[in-house]
């Protein structure tokens, strides 16, 4: 039961953490349907294979679930199916089309005329020589129909030439076009040839231009004027293949978009034909293989899970003209990089990675969203500073300056990459609205945390973060109003059995020490990796409770706030923490300070303790530990009680028990009504759409507090 407990609250801690990112990836479970699916209304989604991945039944069933259009990755290319002029080897071609005519899925055809893969026969004599046109010519047309001939039952496109537009930079009236062989036997009018042969061969299949760096901007104009010019002279060509072999930094959503934009002016068919994303910089043809770390860091995972899904926004966005957006191998163990660039979205053991789920996992009403351009300054800012700021909807955006920077996260949602503009600034958005309430984060430049300098710091995950406070609609119980204010005092405090000078802040209603009055005191707990500034400052403690009194709704109380000893453990070491050294500094240490140092109502019934997340934990343990000491306790997002677990029903005057409505509420609801059930004055609440974070907490507060010394 307690280990129960213990789980679960550790589940819950573990959404209040301001990065999941930082905990590693998380076990994914096995899909039961696939990324076909997901996009079966926007295009085809295949992938490159090889010959394992068609004998191998664990990988064959991953393709069938995943994919509906297959490329073969190699088997189709010049080289393997002719490596001399004439002698034809299809084994390993015929292995990929009979894998798709069995399971019913489409081929596209890659690729008959590339300076790569290609036999030097096509194009020279032995002695090196370049051939004669025609003898060039009539060799790529016995080679292409051949090829095509042979597949056309099964292939429905053709990557018919591959990058034969040059890369950039290009120099002032220097080619388009890349200086092959072919180019320099026959100029451009090789490729024009190669489509008129394959469509010769096969006037039903799709032909295609395909090429890499395809959004960089000059060069994707290159494959335009090329195309463009395929299409004036009439020449049969249908599509673009957008490779697609990109990386974490690049290129821009906006040189994507603009790509596919100029494409679909030339052509009705547009396909991303190698996807893969890298964990380098390395892009399109530049082959250095395993140029990754051999270490992907959490950063890292978040820039390319970013891409990919920033990537499938765009082409959903455009999925009038794209038809099929193809993966450059099954798996990080197959991708053509090395297993260390870890391009794919199935890693080295073909599981999904946390990208898939986020590529899989879209929204088409967000892809819709509109935001609305009404940010203004988070309230937590520093002073005079702008950004981050905060919009009706609950947008957060942020912007930081790092002119040498090569990549700013900033861990808000599922870690919001922000992109540099001309002046050197970093700008982002979160994907989608934040809860309302208050938010830590921090930004990751370069691999290194960093604070966000826009914004004041808040102690959270052990550190003090960044924070920015998305307004709350209910955000006056919390407000600055023009109403009496207590005090928020620092205490320093001996504490034997630590041999430490220890702190708390006190928190005295405005009345206190106008008159001879006695107050009874809540002991407030705060979670794993805060500290005794975090009720006051975060929480707001003290204004929920100047609100309250001048609302005449609570019974003035004095509010103690500690440091709990959390973070003298390490997460996964949450279920040794041991309460014990707390207990000892809490009841013997610092509660007879408080009372000796303070106007209180020194019995049990003057006192209260309560905690948030591991404050709870806190909070129950010592409870009932120690029946002697508080009369009412308070868990908010920190577990339950049972019935059966308080010895004496007498032993406690009121439990409140809360959390917020994304963290699992039935069980705390259930938990409230069993209490009451059994007799206990107890009250559940739920804080509606908010999870575990300080919006929750500071309502607890608000709906706890009337009900404490009554
Ligand atoms: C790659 C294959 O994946 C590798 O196995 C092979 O060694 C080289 O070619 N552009 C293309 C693909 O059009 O055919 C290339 O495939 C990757 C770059």
Redesign the pocket.
């Known amino acids: 039961m307690k280990k129960l407990i213990l789980a679960g609250l550790c589940a819950l801690m573990i959404g209040a953490l301001p990065s999941r990112a930082q905990w590693g990836p998380r076990a994914i479970p096995e899909p039961t349907d696939g990324l076909k699916d997901a996009y079966k209304d926007y295009f085809m989604v295949g992938v ?1 294979v090889n010959n394992r991945n068609v004998t191998d039944a664990g990988q064959i069933a991953l393709i069938k679930r995943e994919f509906n259009s297959i490329t073969a ?2 088997a189709m ?1 010049t080289q393997p199916t002719e490596p001399r002029k004439g002698e034809f080897h299809w084994e390993d071609a015929d292995r990929i089309a009979d894998f798709c005519r069995r399971n019913g899925i489409k081929l596209r055809g ?2 008959l005329m ?1 300076h ?2 290609i036999g030097p026969w096509m194009y020279q004599d032995e002695d090196g020589k370049l051939l004669p046109k025609e003898e060039f010519y009539a060799n790529m047309k016995h080679h292409i129909q051949a090829v095509v001939n042979r597949y056309k039952d099964v292939v429905y496109c053709w ?1 018919v030439v ?2 034969a537009v040059a890369d950039s930079p290009v120099r002032p009236g220097g080619s388009e076009l890349r200086d092959s062989p072919m180019y320099r036997i026959a100029g451009e009018e090789f490729i024009y040839k190669a489509f008129e042969y394959a469509h010769e061969a096969d006037p039903d299949a799709l032909l295609f231009y ?1 090429d ?1 760096n395809d959004a960089e901007p000059a060069k994707s104009r290159r494959i335009y004027n090329l195309v463009k010019r395929m299409k004036d002279a009439g020449v049969p060509v249908d599509g673009i293949g957008m ?1 697609g ?1 990109y990386n974490i930094y690049g290129p821009s959503m906006d040189d994507v978009d603009a790509a596919i934009t100029l494409y679909s002016q030339v052509v009705k068919h547009i396909h991303i ?2 996807l893969d994303i890298r964990i380098n910089e390395d892009m399109g ?1 530049g082959l250095r293989f395993n140029q990754g770390q051999a270490r992907i860091s959490d950063w890292q995972r978040t820039l390319q899970q970013d891409q990919y899904v920033s990537l499938f926004k765009v082409l959903r966005k455009h999925k009038d003209v794209i038809d099929c957006v193809t993966f ?2 099954v798996g990080d163990r197959d991708s ?1 990089l090395g297993v260390n660039n870890a391009p794919l979205l199935f890693d080295q053991d073909y599981r999904p990675k946390q990208a898939y789920l986020a590529v899989k996992g879209f929204d088409p009403k967000m892809d819709a969203a509109v935001i609305k351009e009404d940010f203004r300054p988070s309230e937590l800012n520093q002073p005079g500073q702008e950004y981050p700021m905060v919009n009706s909807q609950g947008y957060v955006r942020l912007r930081v300056n790092a002119p040498q920077a090569r990549s700013v996260i900033a861990s808000l949602g599922s870690g919001t990459v922000l992109h540099k503009d001309a002046d050197g600034f970093w700008t982002g958005t979160t994907a989608a609205p934040e809860d309302e309430g208050f938010h830590y984060y921090h930004l990751t430049v370069d691999g290194g945390v960093f604070n966000d300098p826009g914004t004041l710091n808040f102690f959270g995950s052990t550190r003090w973060e960044s924070g920015v406070e998305v307004p709350a609609h209910d955000a006056a119980f919390y407000a600055e109003r023009d109403v009496p204010h207590g005090n928020v005092q620092q205490i320093l405090f001996r504490s034997a059995s630590t041999d430490q000078l220890r702190r708390a802040f006190v928190y005295t209603p405005p009345q206190y020490g106008k008159d001879r009055k006695k107050y009874p005191v809540l002991y407030l707990q705060h979670g794993w990796g805060e500290n005794e500034y975090a009720w006051w400052n975060q929480g707001k403690a003290n204004l929920i409770m100047d609100n309250l009194i001048a609302e005449g709704r609570i019974e003035p109380f004095i509010i103690v706030m500690t440091y709990g000893m959390t973070n003298d453990t390490r997460i996964g070491g949450l279920g040794g923490f041991n309460y014990k050294d707390f207990e000892t500094v809490l009841c013997d240490e610092l509660v007879p300070y408080v009372d000796a140092h303070f106007r209180t109502v020194a019995r049990k019934d003057g006192r209260a303790m309560a905690g948030l997340s591991m404050g709870g934990m806190e909070t129950h343990a010592i409870t009932l530990a120690r029946p002697e000491m508080f009369a009412y306790y308070g868990l908010l997002s920190g577990g339950i009680y049972t019935p059966e677990e308080i010895q004496d029903p007498r032993q406690v005057k009121g439990i409140f028990i809360g959390c917020g409505s994304k963290e699992g509420p039935d069980r705390i609801m259930k938990a409230a009504a069993d209490l009451q059930a059994a007799g206990f004055n107890a009250k559940g609440y739920v804080s509606e759409g908010t999870a575990h974070e300080f919006l929750t907490w500071r309502r607890c507060l608000y709906e706890m507090a009337p009900m404490l010394f009554r």
């Open positions: 490159a990755e190699n290319k890659h690729t590339w790569s893969q990557d591959n990058e395909n890499y490779q072999h034909t190698e043809g450059w191998n053509w």
